[in-house]
C-alpha cells in the first residue's frame, strides 16, 4: 500500500470515528486534523501489510494511536502545561477556541482513544489496551511529560 493511500485510507477511518454530529465533532477534528507526519498510522498500517492484511481493527489502532497523541499535544499546549499558541502552522486549540473547550477535547479524544480499542475484534484486544494503558499512563506518556515540566533532571 503507497503512502497516498494509507494516508486517505487512514484520514477516511478518523474522519468517520470522529464525525458523530455532536457539539463537539468541530473540536475533535481542528485536533486530529491534519495528523501531520502520520508516522504512528504508518507504522500500523506497515506491520498490517507485513502481515498481507489490513483489517478493521488495524485501522481502529492507528486511529487510537493518533487520537491519543493528538489528546497529548492539545493538553500539552495548555497555559498551565509548555503555553503553546501554535501547533501543526495552526493556532492551538486553546488559543483558536478557548482554554476550557482545549481541555474538554482532550478529555473527549483520551476516552475515544481507549474507545476505539474496545472496538477491536482482534483476541488479543484486552492485552493490546493493557499495553496501550501502561505505556500511555501514569508510568509512560504522563510520567515522561511529568518529568520534562518539572524540569528533573532525570534520565529516561
Known amino acids: 500500500m503507497n503512502l497516498e493511500t494509507v494516508k486517505a485510507d487512514f484520514y477516511a477511518t478518523l474522519k468517520s470515528v470522529l464525525d458523530?454530529?455532536?457539539?463537539m465533532t468541530q473540536l475533535l477534528e481542528y485536533a486530529?486534523?491534519?495528523?501531520?507526519?502520520?508516522?504512528?498510522?504508518?507504522?500500523?498500517?506497515?506491520?498490517?501489510?507485513?502481515?498481507?492484511?489490513?483489517?478493521?481493527?488495524?485501522?481502529?489502532?492507528?486511529s487510537a494511536i493518533e487520537i491519543h497523541n493528538a489528546y497529548s499535544l492539545v493538553h500539552d499546549d495548555l497555559p498551565s502545561m509548555e503555553d503553546d499558541d501554535m501547533r501543526r502552522g495552526k493556532p492551538s486549540l486553546h488559543k483558536e477556541f478557548n482554554e476550557w473547550k482545549a481541555i474538554l477535547t482532550g478529555d473527549a479524544l483520551l476516552g475515544l482513544?481507549?474507545?476505539?480499542?474496545t472496538k477491536m475484534k482482534s483476541p488479543n484486544t484486552l492485552e493490546?489496551?493493557?499495553l496501550f494503558s501502561q505505556y500511555t499512563g501514569k508510568d509512560g506518556l504522563i510520567y515522561g511529560q511529568y518529568l520534562d515540566l518539572s524540569h528533573a533532571n532525570k534520565s529516561f
Open 32 to 62: 486530529c486534523i491534519p495528523a501531520g507526519k502520520l508516522f504512528r498510522p504508518k507504522l500500523v498500517y506497515a506491520l498490517a501489510s507485513d502481515l498481507k492484511t489490513l483489517e478493521n481493527d488495524h485501522k481502529m489502532l492507528a
Open 113 to 117: 482513544s481507549f474507545e476505539l480499542l
Open 20 to 23: 458523530k454530529n455532536n457539539h
Open 128 to 130: 493490546i489496551i493493557k
